[in-house]
């Protein structure tokens, strides 16, 4: 059974840093590609970054050159480095897993960052 468990949010300054973990179990990592997505109050959820098991990886515009998205296949585990933060930032964040071959989508319960003065 796919398990997906964030780590690593709470509440930053503008222009901090935090960096969330997503701690994988019960698939074969290597077949999944991985990524973050948020959900800030009343928005759809939106797509953050995402990274092969290659690690060719996706940023979205807003997010380039801020955040940076890693995954460690000997320990399971994917990771979301956030620089300069912005009150904009604020959000759930959720990770998830696509299977490669099906498409599936798993996802976790998601960790809240806000960024806030």
């Known amino acids: 059974q796919v398990h997906l468990v964030e780590s690593g949010g709470g509440l930053v300054q503008p222009g901090g840093s935090l960096t969330l973990s997503c701690a994988a179990s019960?698939?074969?990592?290597?077949?999944?590609?991985m990524g973050w997505a948020r959900q800030a109050p009343e928005k759809l959820r939106e797509s953050v970054a995402s990274?092969?098991?290659?690690?060719?990886?996706y940023s979205a515009d807003s997010v380039k050159d801020r955040f940076t998205i890693s995954r460690d296949s000997a320990k399971n585990t994917m990771y979301l480095q956030m620089n300069s933060l912005k009150s904009e930032d604020t959000a759930v964040y959720y990770c998830?897993?696509?299977?490669?071959?099906?498409?599936?989508?798993?996802w976790g319960q998601g960790t809240q960052v806000t960024v806030s003065s």
């Open positions: 019960g698939f074969i990592f290597d077949n999944y590609v």
């Open positions: 998830y897993a696509r299977r490669i071959t099906t498409g599936s989508v798993y």
């Open positions: 990274i092969s098991r290659s690690g060719s990886s």
